[in-house]
């Protein structure tokens, strides 16, 4: 019998998973100061607040450098 397949993307996420959703590494993720939730002795992140991370992150203009580059550990 195959294994099931889940219509839905899981809320809690593993941080291997939740790099992956953002786009950035683990250590990147670790370093972005968004909070971790505890389920059965595993740190997890809520899917919620890495879309609110990622919503906060301000739009790149045309002709101004980005002002994301510092939260990113790389100079401006």
Sequence with gaps: MPAA?????????????AAH???V???TLRGL????????GKRVYDIA???LYADSL?????GRP???AGRFGRPR
């Excluded at 397949?5 to 998973?17: D, E, S, Y």
């Excluded at 100061?33 to 059965?40: D, K, M, N, S, T």
């Design 21 to 23: 959703y953002l786009g």
């Design 33 to 40: 100061g968004i909070p971790r939730r505890r389920l059965e």
């Design 49 to 51: 607040d890495l879309d």
């Design 5 to 17: 397949r889940h219509a839905f993307v899981p809320r809690l996420l593993p941080a291997p998973a």
């Design 58 to 62: 301000p739009y790149e203009v045309e």
């Design 25 to 27: 590494s683990e250590t």
């Design 66 to 68: 980005s002002t994301c």
